[in-house]
């Protein structure tokens, strides 16, 4: 029998950790060698390669998910005054992007299954001033996207997906990137497919992606790269007071080496996600996470589990305190928006208002899930959350 005592691992398991080796560091030890660091011939392939595996007609890639969602936002004509539909169970960028124009977010609860906004919910927040809705595929499950379309196209709205734990991910057997307006994909550190930093945006309209295209270089007609090689003139011209959001081929030559490899990783969050569910299945003082439905496909960014906490006699954060004296790093996502001083402030949010975020995310703990996980990695964090709930029943 195994006491809490021996099962502290000996070194702490991150929550996240990128799955790099030694093609990445080729990659990029080319790039440098190469003498051209930012965007060019790189970055080019790694938005044809991109566009390529999730179906897009379009990618274009830029330095992290919020650059992206920015352009996305400004290709489709936002402004001032305006209203954009966002779940309060989020991250910060998904509503500081509204922000940016001097437009409104506006926070509808969430669905308390999915943790995905609700699309009865969106339905009752559309307003006149409404012009988009930005639904996010909470953890890598795709939110209702045949239901938020229905209401978009009611009332004449851009969908722009927050896609940045969506990859690789698919709905009703679509996949992610081809489903809407835009979708914005995040390369941060600890996503399924990272670059340190970077994004892409995929819009299935050639227009608008070129619109994301020039305004993510100052606004300018022709980009760098064509300005300094061979085949290109020293002449450009600013069309646009744009921004400065292109990924640099160094970044671009980690995702290609990523993206070869992204269906491996997959897998491995799959059998992982799949070995954490059949364990805690067993225990009523957890609730696993849900799966996609048979004709979608869940990326796997986060396992988000939730503590039926009156089976337990602590709360969430001394559930995450135990499992750091185990060793175990874990995480929340997310304190939904409207608990933040800012969105408190600037437009009188009270908890309740949003009482299925408020209620879910006072339960939830996030525990790791990456492909550089081994076995014992994966059975360390089984054993450790049993052994938590074990010590702690009601
Ligand atoms: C739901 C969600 N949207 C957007 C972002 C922003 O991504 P990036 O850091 O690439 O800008 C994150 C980052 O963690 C996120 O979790």
Redesign the pocket.
């Known amino acids: 029998m195994s006491t809490t005592e021996t099962l502290v691992r000996k070194a702490f398991l991150p929550f996240a950790l990128a799955d790099i080796d030694d093609t990445e560091v080729a990659e990029v030890t080319s790039v440098i060698r190469s003498g051209w660091l930012t965007s060019g011939s790189k970055t080019g392939r790694f938005e044809a390669e991109f566009a390529a595996f999730v179906g897009a007609g379009h990618a274009v890639a830029v330095n992290?998910?919020?650059?992206a969602m920015h352009l996305a936002l400004e290709a489709s004509g936002l402004r001032a005054g305006d209203e954009v539909i966002v779940p309060t169970y989020?991250?910060a960028?998904?509503a500081e992007v509204v922000r940016y124009f001097g437009a409104k977010p506006v926070l509808v609860d969430v669905d308390s299954t999915s943790l995905c906004i609700d699309p009865v919910r969106v339905e009752a927040a559309v307003t006149p001033r409404t012009r988009a809705i930005i639904p996010?595929h909470l953890g890598g499950r795709c939110a209702e996207m045949d239901e938020l379309r229905v209401i978009a196209e009611r009332h004449d709205l851009c969908v722009i997906e927050?896609a940045?734990?969506a990859f690789p991910a698919k709905y009703k057997g679509r996949t992610v990137g081809t489903l809407s307006d835009f979708t914005c994909f995040?390369?941060?550190a600890t996503k399924t497919l990272t670059t340190g930093?970077?994004?892409m945006i995929c819009t299935e309209n050639g227009l608008l992606a070129d619109r994301c295209r020039v305004m993510c270089l100052h606004g300018i007609s022709r980009d760098a790269w064509k300005r300094y090689t061979a085949e290109g003139t020293w002449y450009y011209e600013v069309i646009a007071p744009g921004f400065k959001y292109n990924l640099t081929d160094i970044a671009s030559a980690m995702g290609l080496a990523q993206l070869h490899k992204a269906n491996r990783m997959h897998e491995r969050r799959v059998q992982i996600a799949g070995r954490y569910t059949a364990a805690f299945r067993a225990l009523p003082e957890l609730e696993p996470p849900p799966e996609a439905p048979a004709d979608g496909q869940h990326a796997w960014h986060l396992y988000i589990l939730r503590l039926n906490l009156d089976r337990l006699s602590i709360n969430r954060a001394r559930f995450i305190e135990e499992l750091r004296r185990l060793n175990i790093g874990t995480s929340v996502h997310f304190i939904p928006l409207h608990l933040h001083p800012y969105y408190r402030k600037t437009y009188g949010y009270e908890p309740e208002d949003l009482p299925v975020a408020y209620r879910e995310y006072q339960r939830e703990i996030s525990l790791p899930v990456y492909s550089k996980m081994t076995d014992d990695d994966v059975q360390d964090v089984i054993d450790a959350v049993t052994d938590v709930v074990a010590r702690n029943r009601r």
Do not use: I, L, P
């Open positions: 992290s998910c919020t650059a989020t991250f960028a998904t996010v927050d940045a734990h995040s390369f941060y930093e970077g994004g």
